[in-house]
């Protein structure tokens, strides 16, 4: 049984990583390069929530159909589409402006659908879009903290994907959103005997401990696996790192 | 036979790399430096499927002209001007606005050209200069989606071609194209032993693995042929490369 | 007992760092990565204060509600709410124009607090939120200088959260607040062996001596913990160092 | 016997890089810092065309005067003077702005001296000037794309000499030239051995193959010389290579 | 016995770097990071003036009161506030404005202190904050200039100080300070075996000559003092040098 | 005797680095950075001319008055106050607003020094300043280039300044002046062992051939001096090389 004050990820490792998951009504930023994983992790942990844990989930998706979603999703086993039949999930497809302003009003589709079925965990796919609403960075973290208080507020336990474009991890977010959330975790890829390998690392878990190795993994069928730390490299993060002496 | 769910790219070496070829109906991007083979790929990638997998092809192009294609074409005995008679591809030279204006209109010549041949591959030569539209970064990439999305309604699969200025294949981008896509494939020059080498990574492809390892290739008569992976190095993908201690 | 002119900072092996703690009513900057712990030392600080060493204290944070601050503090055993019932501290949740405004007014609740409590100790999470006050470097500077000299002048030990970027240490820094205050701290992330450690370095202590070695530390329950310099690594604070030859 | 198809450019060693010399009719950039011969070079070209080949030629220069490319070229041993008394070469002092709308008039002095002249080779020093016309990267890629078309429709082999200001090729280019033109050749300063040497690259070659590696060449009397290739150095074209392990 | 024409800094090995202290007259630039030592030697130079030298001084500060500065230097055994009571030191805390229009007027308190007390040194504690002045480069080099120029008139030795924000000594000065000064002292933090050390380096002294080693350095008791030079480093100006081979 | 088409530049080994000098009549750029010693070998050129080879001078000074420049000169042993008074000397203290409009009227003093004096050689210190008179690259360069052929046409061997502010020897000269000369010589400092030492290198003289290593030199009474060029040293011109393998 898993812990109460925690939401199983359903990614195998990645829960060790985390300690046994994500805090319960935490906000944690999955941050990656593009075709790192990021849309998969999230599929897998709505469908750990929705099919294992009772937890119905939402999630936001600004540029992907949900029937794309669908396809990916059953090609690792997930059958999204049952699970929104079943009510325990809820695929939204939305504008950062319709998210940020449905949040502010308890009638609209999304508050109506996180009330009803009572949604425990939710998806933003990504936030990288909510830099379209302004080009003011203290405007762009105010949007931020609004979505990441309301979820808090309603005991949602949110994974915000996030378009990672470099190798410094925080460069390129003029809204600073790894300061406003409870946790970090990275998605890179990293090149090893000219092999481009993909690497995960946790950062940040506020109010918890979690395994600060730098980790090899793998999307396979079935989502994504992590695997063993990485040996005798220098500079992982950097993505093209060096043998270490 | 062919995978159906699968769009062979008639590139040796590469349709191994992607297991079996780009899945039907997705898009890809293929960034390269100058003279990395970009056009060569994507007339290959057409003359493949509509001379062999009876697939009629659309190529967009928005600086070259049809007669400098054909002839560099025959040059690696693509016979494409032959292919167009035949009603089995069709070369559009044209300028971005245009591309997005007849997309939206069922009787521009580019809708109808669709419609008539039956298109299921396309190659638009090159994404970036569709960032000519605009200058604002939320706008291009709603273009960009505007443009795949109505590809991947026609049922058509895509290969993108962007120009890479730099070593950090997403910096440049404003409008963060290799986020929208499917599938990423990465055309790079890389200083070994004092010759510039040709490298091919794949880096993304949504709803399907991939061969992880960087490999040489080379523009030879009769197109681009793929070659072992690079052995011993440190840091291909920065293009200047150190042997590997 | 300890140095009437020094406040401890009640973080195992910093106070020895600082030789034997921070300045009383001087301003140290602590500046960090997400994740890296500044909030922890913040609490810290203030609960050494608030319940040992009978100095009030005052945390202004602009972005944490305090039923977070209350939780995460009761994680290390520290029960803020308890100490705030008896006059030992003030959370004040409020926005940097307002803090700005009610240093000026003295009938304000942020200075009348100061005045009832006697506070002695404040921790402001953090500064780089003052940059919302202004684009110009140098009303930013003086906006430091005044919040500063504020607190200087009430005779407050400050310790001054600030969000770090990126590996230099002071390039996002609009309004150079490093050249500002009395003493400097840094908190990296610093990848070794396949593992994000952390590391903890004093820069700058106006009219005192201090540790010069980087050093290692850990967030345990209970807070923060120096542990052993670094040993055998060249360019820590780049946060991708390499083994020494 | 030269190839018909090809413009031999006389510099010894460059044609057997480019497998015959410049592809006739096509455009090639020359790209170099200050100093490492690119007017040099260009000289050569036309020179050969002229005195040897029976191709006519034109050297448009924005900011060279012709007395001063005169001395320099007899310097080489080459009459560029006596070479335009004979109406086989026409130098061109004009700005971009006279070039541009003097390609666009059938009746222009340049128009005119192709016409007269048979002109089958044409140098242009340098491209960056065009940089003059405009600020907007689009235009100013209209304005290459002009007259690289201009130059392919009268059947004319263009050198089209560019200033290099780093070590990334394309860095500086806001009209993205490289990707325009059908041929890429580099000039670099390399630092060996405490020595500046010089370093020449052919990048690209649209419809035919070239010599990959890198080479030294020297500017000597009788003009660049091409010599061996570089060995046992890593990171030749950053510059500041290292010695390979 | 010291030169006549040379102003001691007091700086136990500063002077013999500089071959006997600063040139009479001259303006030296002092650039360095936060908490590396500036204003220390600021003071340690106006202390030995005023002090040993029979040399009046006047210190321009921006930001620092002087109380601040009385006991900071009381911490080093200088008794500033007894010299500014003999009239041998004059301590102004102004704006950049009121300095610039103070050397303007013959009148000002601060042309009359120079006056007054026949000042001979000067110490300028920021010359960064002149930015504020102007956001033209042009004008602010002016301004330097005028300043500069107008203390050498008056035949004073000026330390002007100068906040270093990064490893390349010249990147972050609009104006080109360095340029306008007749030397240029750098002080540095240097990683070296996981402990921040110190460096200083004189980079330039017209009319001079000077050590060229970049030596280590200490804030004790009694003010800066220079030690041995770097043994075995490669890179120290980066800030992480690493070992020779 | 001297090579009557060459103007010795008077320093020792670096006439032998240019094969004779500077060539007569043509514009030699000499960048460095603060403290290298671009005004001394200004001085030492103009003086080798009006002293020795009967070639009187003209020296444009922007920021230093005169009187600085007689001591500073006078340091090495060179009158050249005494070279005014014989009329082989000029030394104008101006504005490149002044020096501009000078060169454009025959009747200003410029002018009339020019023709009166028979001036043969001129140093302009520094070009930088020039980036005074307009924003625009293009505009920048035209007045380059309009200074440079003026004194190309009066016969004028040039020597022209220009304040060096990075490792990359073009990266901050908006108006590309390095094209626009006959010749560039950079000087730079190098750190080597803990010690800045000073690197001088040719990079480029149009119509001759030169020394292509990077040699120490040393500023001494009596004006620069080459010495012998770097052993065992890569990247050299990065300012912090690194001992080869």
Redesign the interface.
């Known amino acids: 049984m898993s812990d109460p004050g925690r939401a199983l990820m359903g990614v195998s490792g990645l829960d060790e990583m985390l300690c046994g998951g994500l805090i319960a009504g935490s906000a944690a930023l999955l941050q990656g390069?593009?075709?790192?994983g990021k849309t998969t992790v999230g599929m897998q942990f709505l469908y750990e929530g929705a099919a294992k844990q009772d937890e119905p989930g939402l999630l936001v998706s600004f540029?992907q159909?949900p029937h794309t979603l669908y396809?990916?999703a059953l090609?690792h086993g997930w059958d999204l589409r049952g699970l929104e039949q079943q009510s325990k999930l809820r695929i939204v497809f939305t504008s950062p402006q319709v998210l940020v302003s449905s949040l502010q009003s308890p009638m609209s589709p999304i508050s109506s659908a996180i009330r009803e079925l009572g949604v425990k965990r939710a998806v933003v796919d990504?936030m990288?879009h909510l830099?379209?609403l302004t080009r003011d960075p203290?405007q762009l973290r105010s949007h931020y903290?609004f979505l990441i208080?309301g979820l808090r507020r309603e005991g949602i336990t949110a994974l915000l994907l996030s378009?990672d474009?470099?190798?410094?991890f925080?460069?390129s977010d003029r809204g600073?959103l790894?300061?406003?959330?409870d946790?970090?975790i990275l998605l890179r890829?990293v090149?090893i005997?000219?092999?481009?390998?993909r690497a995960i690392?946790v950062?940040?878990?506020?109010?918890s401990?979690h395994d600060?190795?730098?980790r090899r993994f793998e999307?396979a069928r079935g989502g994504v696996v992590i695997r063993e730390?990485?040996?005798g490299?220098?500079?992982?993060?950097?993505?093209?790192?060096?043998?270490?002496?």
Chains 1, 2, 3, 4, 5, 6 share one sequence.
Do not use: H
């Open positions: 390069a593009p075709g790192t540029e159909f396809r990916d090609a990504s990288t830099q379209t203290v903290n208080n378009e474009s470099g190798p410094d925080v460069r600073r790894a300061f406003a959330v946790a970090v890829y090149e005997d000219s092999v481009m390998q690392a950062l940040k878990t506020r109010g401990d600060k190795s730098i999307i730390a990485f040996q490299r220098e500079g992982l993060l950097t993505g093209t790192p060096r043998r270490t002496r």
